[in-house]
């Protein structure tokens, strides 16, 4: 029975977000683990509209900005996968994660 760990890591700095991958790459590489992805999801284009000004006779407009999104997949390595989703990750990146667990054909439930 092994576990997958899926890493959805989003953010705003599409810069800090790539260098965080690339640890994660390159952590996983050493480590000899299982690595799928990074998987790229189209960037998210977000409006806020921003309230009028104090004097009330004109808008600010909207606030807009892109969310940059990717998923990557460890296959095993619990240890590895614990260590990665313990880390102090910049501010700027938002990280989800989630464990499945996988079974071989054959294997009983427990």
Do not use: C
């Not at 029975?1 to 800090?16: H, Q, Y």
């Not at 050493?30 to 004109?58: C, F, Q, W």
């Not at 880390?87 to 464990?99: G, K, L, M, N, Q």
């Amino acid at each position: 029975m092994s576990f997958v760990t899926r890493l959805t890591l989003s953010s705003g700095d599409r810069a800090a977000l790539d260098g965080v991958v690339d640890d994660i790459k390159q952590t996983a590489s050493r480590k000899g683990a299982e690595l799928k992805g990074p998987h790229s999801n189209p960037p998210t284009e977000l409006r806020v509209p921003l309230e009028k000004s104090v004097a009330g006779d004109d808008s600010f407009g909207n606030w807009e900005y892109t969310v940059y999104e990717r998923t990557v997949e460890l296959v095993g390595h619990d240890g590895l996968a614990r260590s990665i989703a313990d880390w102090d990750f910049p501010s700027s990146v938002h990280v989800a994660v989630e464990v499945e667990n996988v079974r071989s054909q054959g294997q009983q439930p427990l």
